[in-house]
């Protein structure tokens, strides 16, 4: 079981930066990977960026590649989206996702708004 609780969300300017948290509550024994996904209105949930928890190894979404960051501090059990250069089109709510034991859990999600 695990419970994560989502940070950092706000307005943010075109071509600023912003970075969301999120700390996870679980036995890091069974945590295996961590992800962030978007949600815009009126649009499904989409794939952001994931993160082994083990390894460390990264993957983007084409969308968001080269502009966000997705690290892990494993002391804190924190995995954080550090989001430069955003756009307008980068607004939504966005959730992040653990996989333990194999099931999935979310957050209850941060808004994020790009707009000057």
């Known amino acids: 079981q695990a419970q994560l609780v989502e940070s950092g969300g706000g307005l943010v300017q075109p071509g600023g930066s912003l970075r969301l948290s999120c700390v996870v509550s679980?036995?890091?024994?069974?945590?295996?990977?961590m992800a962030w996904y978007r949600q815009a209105p009126g649009k499904e949930r989409e794939f952001v960026a994931h993160?082994?928890?083990?390894?460390?190894?990264?993957d983007y979404a084409d969308s968001v590649k080269g502009r966000f960051s997705i690290s892990k501090d494993d002391s804190k059990k924190t995995v954080y989206l550090e989001m430069n250069s955003p756009k307008p089109e980068d607004t939504a709510v966005y959730y992040c996702?653990?996989?333990?034991?194999?099931?999935?859990?979310w957050g209850q999600g941060t808004q994020v708004t790009v707009s000057s």
């Open positions: 996702n653990a996989i333990v034991r194999q099931l999935h859990y």
């Open positions: 679980t036995s890091s024994l069974s945590l295996t990977d």
């Open positions: 993160i082994s928890w083990i390894g460390g190894s990264t």
